[in-house]
């Protein structure tokens, strides 16, 4: 079974963030510079202190943290992973300047992409190529993402197969989807929905 994640990311100028860059990957750290030329050069160099590579156990690859306060944008960076993976798992191009190296076992391939059209960015990572003789255009074949929250945000993510929305608000609106009826006890409604939501995870 091939083990996929997510390294990096980096976010251009969207939504509140500039050129922001975000390490995903306990192994590998990488870092963008920008040259006066406008050329975009992406490096990575090998964590120093890492891990052992059975400190997480066989079916957990990493596990990372997005700490920060409300208005941080910690929401709007899980809606760019899962809007971005969505849009690649189609091979549609986001519509935001961004950058996304994702490890395939042990190799990594990265897609750099502004209004839709693939940037050129200077490394020595492989380009993950999407289209049908690519070496990595199966990548998303196998790939699900899973949003779960239990505060009122969510994503607004629709019409993609590889996405499934577990937030508290897709949740309770699938509970009342008939309608609430006068008399009803709407978290009735949905400790039913979750019991039987559950039920069929499980």
Same mark, same amino acid.
């Given at each position: 079974?091939?083990?996929?994640?997510?390294?990096?990311?980096y976010i251009?100028?969207?939504?509140?963030?500039?050129?922001?860059?975000?390490?995903?990957? #306990?192994?590998?750290?990488?870092?963008?510079?920008?040259?006066?030329?406008?050329?975009?050069?992406?490096?990575?160099?090998?964590?120093?202190?890492?891990?052992?590579?059975?400190?997480?156990?066989?079916?957990?690859?990493?596990?990372?943290?997005?700490?920060?306060?409300?208005?941080?944008?910690?929401?709007?960076?899980?809606?760019?992973?899962?809007?971005?993976?969505?849009?690649?798992?189609?091979?549609?191009?986001?519509?935001?300047?961004?950058i996304l190296?994702?490890?395939? +076992?042990?190799?990594?391939?990265?897609?750099?992409?502004?209004?839709?059209?693939?940037?050129?960015?200077?490394?020595?990572?492989?380009?993950?190529?999407?289209?049908?003789?690519?070496?990595?255009?199966?990548?998303?074949?196998?790939?699900?993402?899973?949003?779960?929250? +239990? #505060?009122?945000t969510e994503?607004?993510?629709?019409?993609?197969?590889?996405?499934?929305?577990?937030?508290?608000?897709?949740?309770?609106?699938?509970?009342?989807?008939?309608?609430?009826?006068?008399?009803?006890?709407?978290?009735?409604?949905?400790?039913?929905?979750?019991?039987?939501?559950?039920?069929?995870?499980?």
């Amino acid at each position: 079974m091939r083990k996929k994640t997510l390294a990096f990311m980096y976010i251009g100028e969207s939504h509140g963030f500039h050129k922001q860059k975000l390490n995903f990957s #306990t192994k590998e750290l990488f870092d963008i510079r920008t040259e006066d030329d406008g050329k975009i050069i992406l490096r990575e160099e090998k964590c120093k202190k890492k891990l052992s590579a059975e400190f997480w156990g066989k079916d957990i690859l990493e596990v990372n943290l997005l700490v920060g306060k409300n208005g941080a944008g910690k929401t709007t960076v899980m809606r760019f992973i899962c809007q971005w993976i969505c849009q690649l798992s189609q091979k549609q191009l986001p519509m935001e300047t961004g950058i996304l190296v994702f490890k395939d +076992n042990d190799d990594l391939a990265y897609i750099a992409f502004s209004e839709r059209e693939e940037i050129p960015i200077s490394t020595n990572i492989r380009k993950m190529e999407l289209h049908e003789n690519g070496y990595f255009s199966d990548f998303f074949e196998d790939v699900q993402l899973v949003y779960c929250s +239990n #505060t009122m945000t969510e994503l607004k993510i629709a019409g993609y197969d590889i996405f499934q929305d577990c937030s508290l608000p897709y949740r309770l609106r699938q509970a009342n989807a008939h309608g609430h009826v006068m008399g009803e006890d709407i978290t009735r409604n949905f400790e039913h929905y979750e019991f039987d939501r559950q039920i069929n995870v499980a």
